[in-house]
């Protein structure tokens, strides 16, 4: 575990502004949520393994950021810095489904086991803090044809899925046995700038390497309701200043339907054009046909409003990659000149 020495905070001064801790608040949808809730007036501080460059949490909006496995130690190695926080958002753990099947032993310590260090963390330290967990659509599991209510049964059919169901019953246990207030969010398919993994990135991925045509799993009328994640960083935002009338858990999504075939069709517009693709027609085991959320849950939320667009954050998707694969181009020149450069010298030549 690494921590950084915290530089002479005053834990008083923190007691008139709300803080906040994020655990994972370096992946993709904790960056966002740091930058959101430091933007609405919070102390922001952050917890969890690292996956930015040194010192860059600050350009996030954290004040400071614990590093380590989400554990009673780190826990209260914030909370000996900060005191006890008014609002905990648990957005650690396993982020992938492929990875959780092929680990879930592993993958069930940092889900559910890091749960249960929050859980705990708040029943001792901080009886008034409200903890907000990041929960998956994945609990639902794959037996609805149309948008999910959130008083839909769950019953997941992946391992991701069962590590999240599993730790959102812990929480709902510690709220009925011990008081923990609490909200959940079963987000649906998130997107946007800083997500490296999943349909989108795989797609534009290949494109940038050549392959023509693209083959894809399934037949492409899969449908997904893609949430850009600045507007899911809001819902958190919303969340933390609603009062009781919001529903212990609600829907993370937009409650429009599109299909694998309508999104890579728009990726690839966006992209310029060109491309082709065509659907394999088989189905990987786990992956549900139809993900659509039923967001009438989020009503009550009069701060709540998905602003961005399809196509509006498909397009500043698409950006984002294009500027990474250039820099990942414009460095990997360099690396190789470099290299070449090393070379002659070894061989007694001069740069």
Not at 43 to 69: I, Q, S
Not at 200 to 223: C, I
Not at 250 to 259: E, F
């Amino acid at each position: 575990m690494e921590i950084s020495t915290i530089r002479g905070v005053d834990i008083q001064m923190h007691k008139k502004q709300k803080t906040v801790f994020v655990t994972g608040a370096e992946g993709f949808l904790g960056r966002y949520t740091t930058r959101a809730f430091h933007k609405a007036g919070w102390c922001v501080v952050g917890l969890g393994h690292a996956t930015l460059p040194a010192g860059e949490h600050t350009k996030w909006g954290m004040e400071h950021m614990f590093h380590g496995d989400i554990s009673p130690m780190l826990l209260t190695s914030a909370f000996d810095g900060y005191g006890a926080p008014d609002l905990l958002i648990h957005a650690a753990g396993a982020s992938s489904v492929r990875q959780a099947a092929s680990n879930p032993y592993a993958e069930l310590a940092l889900t559910v086991g890091s749960t249960a260090a929050v859980a705990d963390f708040i029943r001792q330290y901080a009886s008034g803090c409200t903890l907000i967990y990041i929960s998956s659509a994945a609990v639902y599991g794959c037996e609805w044809r149309e948008a999910i209510p959130i008083s839909a049964a769950t019953n997941p059919i992946s391992v991701y899925g069962l590590h999240k169901h599993m730790s959102e019953q812990l929480i709902l246990g510690a709220g009925a046995i011990y008081g923990l207030q609490h909200k959940i969010v079963r987000y649906f398919s998130l997107y946007g700038p800083g997500q490296s993994k999943q349909l989108l990135w795989d797609v534009l991925r290949r494109v940038n390497n050549g392959e023509q045509p693209l083959e894809l799993g399934g037949n492409g009328e899969e449908t997904r309701d893609f949430l850009y994640v600045k507007d899911a960083a809001n819902l958190l935002i919303a969340l933390a200043h609603a009062g009781n009338d919001v529903p212990t858990i609600v829907n993370g999504g937009t409650g429009t339907a599109t299909t694998i075939s309508e999104m890579v069709k728009l990726l690839l517009l966006e992209q310029g054009g060109g491309t082709d693709f065509y659907f394999t027609g088989q189905v990987r085991h786990g992956d549900p046909r139809d993900l659509v959320a039923d967001i009438s849950c989020l009503q009550s939320l009069p701060l709540y409003s998905p602003a961005w667009s399809l196509q509006a954050g498909v397009r500043a998707y698409v950006d984002w990659v294009k500027q990474r694969i250039y820099n990942d181009t414009i460095v990997g020149a360099y690396d190789v000149k470099l290299g070449s450069l090393r070379l002659n010298t070894e061989q007694g030549g001069t740069i």
